[in-house]
């Protein structure tokens, strides 16, 4: 179980224009291992994200106990990358073609101004949102839908059903978060919920008009993308696997 602050990462992926999560657990793996190494994500989360829970697996022939190789790891990792947990998984588990429940959640920053400690973990909005309003629109994304409205043109996914199990919009002082857990997420899934449900709090779109665009099935009809650093993949839940 891998824990980062993706702000200075392009993301998961291993990909040519920046340093990734995936590449820096690579390098320091084969050091450690000395043996080539690879790992695979459950979640390839984008430039600017951040984790608390992403998992990776791996191949080795090393006969370091798996539970030891978190502690080792951590040595040579850089402060804003953790693994949280290690262990030996069987033999078949694919931490992506695994039946799972994944939980994400968007912090907004809700206040007159914005406060510096928060800028990389919330998105800033100084007009008053009502947290109400975008929990009514929330709960008509709950169930089983085809979300093809809140995937990215860029997609290349052709099932774009999922399930939401829960949404939950709710406000402790300045800060509001929407907390949201399903069987999986498409790409941009749930910025592009996000940005939508701050435009219903900002009044400039009635919540029904969330079931509305989740029948329109395109991307033009829903909300922008909310930026980057307010989500965090807090947790993964595997069903019947023990990882």
Not at 154 to 171: A, F, L, M, N, P
Not at 179 to 196: D, E, H, P, W
Request: a positive charge; charged letters at 25%; aromatic letters at 10%.
């Amino acid at each position: 179980m891998v824990a980062y602050d993706g702000t200075n990462y392009c993301g998961w992926q291993v990909q040519p224009n920046g340093i990734t999560i995936e590449e820096v657990l690579n390098r320091s793996l084969t050091e450690l291992l000395r043996e080539p190494v690879t790992v695979t994500g459950a979640s390839r989360t984008d430039s600017g994200v951040h984790a608390l829970g992403n998992i990776a697996v791996f191949d080795s022939e090393t006969r370091i106990p798996g539970e030891k190789i978190s502690y080792a790891l951590n040595q040579r990792l850089p402060d804003d990358i953790i693994i949280r947990e290690s262990r030996e998984v069987e033999a078949d588990f694919h931490p992506r073609r695994c039946v799972s429940r994944k939980t994400y959640c968007y912090r907004i920053l809700n206040s007159r101004f914005p406060i510096p400690t928060e800028r990389l973990y919330s998105y800033f909005v100084y007009n008053p949102l009502q947290e109400e309003l975008m929990a009514e629109a929330a709960s008509y994304l709950i169930g089983e839908h085809d979300f093809k409205s809140f995937c990215s043109a860029r997609s290349q996914v052709i099932d774009t059903t999922r399930i939401i199990y829960g949404i939950k919009v709710e406000r402790s002082g300045e800060a509001i978060t929407i907390r949201i857990t399903g069987s999986g997420f498409l790409y941009n899934m749930v910025r592009i919920i996000a940005g939508t449900l701050i435009k219903v709090g900002l009044g400039s779109m009635q919540p029904l008009r969330v079931k509305e665009i989740l029948e329109k099935k395109n991307r033009a009809f829903a909300g922008p993308k909310a930026p980057a650093q307010g989500l965090t993949l807090e947790k993964i839940e595997y069903i019947n696997k023990i990882y």
